[in-house]
């Protein structure tokens, strides 16, 4: 039975996956409104999304899960360099930078 369920659900829950790293990637950080150096909301979503599929994994693992959550974290990187990039100084870029990737790791861990 969880075999089969599984073998229904897993395509579509790719390509919902596929959908999130595409929204990541053409996302345009000048029209998320006012930025402001704390931990962007995207990030914080990222970080639980990925925390809880990674454990899902654990438990089933499958290697197309694993390769797209690496695909994920690579356009998230890059969406967070992009947003870190609208800031004026250097300072407040290293800051976001800085409670942006402190954030992730807290949730990750």
């Known amino acids: 039975y969880w075999d089969t369920l599984l073998e229904i659900l897993w ?15 053409n996302t345009d950080p000048q029209k998320l409104g ?9 990030t914080r979503r990222y970080a639980e999304f990925s925390s809880a599929i990674v454990s899902i994994n654990d438990t089933y693992p499958n290697e197309k899960t694993h390769s797209l959550l690496g695909q994920l974290q690579v356009e998230v990187e890059n969406f967070v360099l992009r947003m870190a990039a609208e800031f004026a100084s250097r300072r407040e870029q290293l800051i976001f930078l800085i409670n942006n990737y402190d954030m992730m790791l807290g949730v990750l861990m």
């Not at 395509?11 to 990637?25: D, K, M, T, V």
């Open 11 to 25: 395509p579509r829950f790719e390509h919902i996956l596929e959908l999130n790293i595409q929204s990541i990637g």
């Open 34 to 42: 006012a930025l402001d150096t704390r931990p962007h909301y995207v």
